[in-house]
């Protein structure tokens, strides 16, 4: 049995944030942020949190599957901002919005959350266990975000967005290849210390930490490694791909990368002017934009990568397996 992916769907909040909004907030100024990130915009939840805008990009990805809540037979969500702390997970209280009955978690691998999600569906689906797993990215990310420190708040944006990966005894469909990997040493250069048992709530401290510069440069060398890594061994080349859709962090990471790997500028999307960074929901929304424009087709082979807190990594080869 192979793993296909089958639809998409994504949410985003209403509330639109530009940058000339965060001038008036923080010492920065759209130029910075334009010439640095490529962020223009980006959307803030209000009275929403993470369980809604992630039931609402699942909702959308169930029904253009052609599938009911009772055919979904695993929820598996990525996210670093859930609902609660420890329990419940975002992922239960997702199905339980969804009329979904069966097993549901959430999984926390910061921006390459939807790459670790896709590679557990593909692997459960391939052992015979799973035929339909419903996966989620996530985020909240302004909940998070100290809006007095500008090296990080300009750069965070809120959104979700979700896949079906279904069960299919057609090669031609399944998903080719997944690199996962995570270096704990790193721990350190992306971090919110004051969440969680080591530090109790510590108020002062409760934002998101990152050495940004820092962060920058092993992001690109090690994406440029994953994606070269996964072409390799599978025989392809940048010829072979119809659609690189990486993390949306920097348009700058995603320039890099692209070049390591001679990928031509018209295959890279690029969402991060809109939505800034979304995290673990940033691939499926940009492939959810894709598919909304009319430009992702049945069969495109998309080459993805991500990168993210932890430090975690990862790269997939995922042919398009939506109508
Ligand atoms: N506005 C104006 N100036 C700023 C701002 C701002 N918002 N932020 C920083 N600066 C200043 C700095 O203070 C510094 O000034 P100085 O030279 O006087 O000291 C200068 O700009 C340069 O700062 P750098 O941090 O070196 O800027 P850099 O070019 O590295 O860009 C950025 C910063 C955008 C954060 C970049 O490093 C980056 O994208 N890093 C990677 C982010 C990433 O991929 N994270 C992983 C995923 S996120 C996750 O997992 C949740």
């Known amino acids: 049995m ?29 130029e910075w942020i334009t010439k640095r990130t490529g962020i223009k915009e980006r959307y803030f939840v ?10 609402k990009a699942g909702e959308i990805a169930i029904k253009r599957a052609g599938l009911k809540s009772s055919d979904i037979d695993m929820v598996i969500l990525a996210t670093i901002t859930p609902d609660y702390f420890a329990m419940p997970s975002t992922a239960c209280v997702v199905a339980e919005n969804l009329g979904i009955k069966a097993p549901a978690f959430d999984i926390s691998a910061a921006c390459t959350g939807f790459i670790y ?49 279904s069960a299919t005894k057609n090669r031609d469909e399944a998903i080719l290849d997944i690199d996962i990997n995570a270096d704990g040493s790193y721990q350190d250069y992306l971090i919110t210390p004051g969440r969680g048992v080591k530090y109790g709530c510590d108020t002062e401290n409760i934002y998101l930490q990152m050495k940004g510069n820092e962060t920058f440069k092993v992001a690109v060398k090690t994406l440029s490694q994953s994606v070269r890594d996964i072409l390799d061994r599978n025989g392809m080349t940048s010829d072979n791909i119809e ?11 995603i320039d890099a990368v692209a070049r390591a ?9 690029l ?20 598919y909304e424009e009319g430009r992702l087709k049945k069969g495109d082979m998309m080459l993805l990568d991500a990168f993210g807190g932890g430090f975690t990594w ?3 080869l995922v042919p398009f397996g939506g109508e």
């Open 271 to 290: 969402t991060v002017s809109k939505y800034g960074n979304t995290s673990s929901a940033s691939i499926p929304m940009a492939i959810n934009d894709m």
């Open 261 to 269: 790997i001679k990928m031509p500028a018209e295959k890279s999307v």
């Open 117 to 165: 999600a896709l590679a557990q569906a593909k692997a459960f689906i391939e052992s015979g266990m799973n035929k339909n797993i419903l996966i989620i990215g996530a985020e909240a990310l302004s909940k998070i975000i100290d809006f007095k420190d500008r090296t990080t708040c300009v750069i965070f944006g809120d959104g979700a967005g979700a896949a079906v990966i």
């Open 243 to 253: 659609w690189f859709i990486p993390h949306q962090a920097n348009y700058r990471i």
């Open 2 to 30: 192979y793993a296909k992916f089958a639809s998409v769907g994504a949410y985003v909040p209403k509330k639109k944030v530009t940058n000339f909004d965060l001038e008036k907030i923080v010492d920065t100024s759209d």
């Open 46 to 55: 209000e009275d929403e949190v993470t369980s809604d805008l992630a039931t």
């Open 314 to 316: 990862g790269s997939a």
